[in-house]
């Protein structure tokens, strides 16, 4: 397991599939903001939750300049299906091998009722336009999520 990068590191660079299939690599959104984010599972409570309101804000991060990647480990086929049902406007790559995941340290030791497992870990990384990481939340909880990055990625990009 890695270590999870810090606001001023460089970027892990990527190439994974969207829900399209379609490729996708950190080096597609040159001179943009990035919101990678990094979720659990496709149509549960929180992750459902977080999709829509980085759905809602959508225009809002993209008049900013920045595109939201969702990472799960979910198929392409899973992601479709979630994006369909809740009409979600983001694309969401899948990582069914972890290696996104990990790069980034979202792959960490979880609990659940006293059992202790590998998992996805709910993170978000917002990377600037020159691909390094401006702002990391290791642990998020989903409720309110999506605005506080918006929050953070005005003050940034104002400066």
Known sequence: MSNIPQAGQKAPDFSIPNQNDTPVSLDDFGGQWVVLYFYPKDDTPGCTTEAQDFT????????????????????????????????LSIALLSDPEHVLT???????????????????????FLISPDRIIAHAWPNVKAKGHAQAVLTKLRE???E
Request: charge should be positive; charged fraction near 20%.
């Open 102 to 124: 990990e790069s980034y340290g979202a792959w960490r030791l979880k609990k659940f009722m006293g059992k202790e497992y590998m998992g996805v870990v709910r993170s978000t």
């Open 56 to 87: 809602q804000l959508h225009q809002e991060f993209s008049a900013l300049g920045a595109t939201i990647l969702g990472v799960s480990p979910d198929s392409a086929k899973s992601h479709c299906k979630f994006i369909d049902k809740h009409n």
């Open 156 to 158: 940034l990009a104002a």
